[in-house]
């Protein structure tokens, strides 16, 4: 609903990460392991970085005319393919998620 009156307003709260907080909450609380919330707060920085393929494709693909749900399929295959290369290149460099 905020989207449709302003969208820098609704892109900001959208973009904080309320997800990646609860998770990390819920996995000190379940295990005390600081340890484990460093990894997952490191795994879940090397993923964000992949995934802004689809913010950056999609807008792309619609200025060019594409058909809304077309441009949505071929950012999200975009945007695994990125995951698929960030994890290729992290593990050949020897960087653990």
Do not use: Q, R
């Not at 379940?30 to 490191?42: F, H, M, Q, R, W």
């Not at 950056?56 to 290369?85: A, K, Q």
């Amino acid at each position: 609903e905020i989207a449709k009156k302003n969208t820098f307003l609704s892109g900001l709260i959208v973009s904080i990460p309320l997800v990646s907080v609860l998770s990390m909450i819920w996995l000190y609380i379940e295990t005390n392991d600081i340890v484990k919330v460093k990894a997952l707060s490191n795994g879940i920085f090397w993923m964000v970085i992949p995934s802004m393929a689809l913010f950056i494709s999609l807008p792309i693909l619609l200025n060019y005319g594409i058909n809304f749900y077309l441009s949505l399929m071929i950012s999200i295959i975009i945007t695994i393919s990125c995951y698929g290369l960030t994890i290729f290149t992290l593990t050949h460099y020897g960087i653990k998620l």
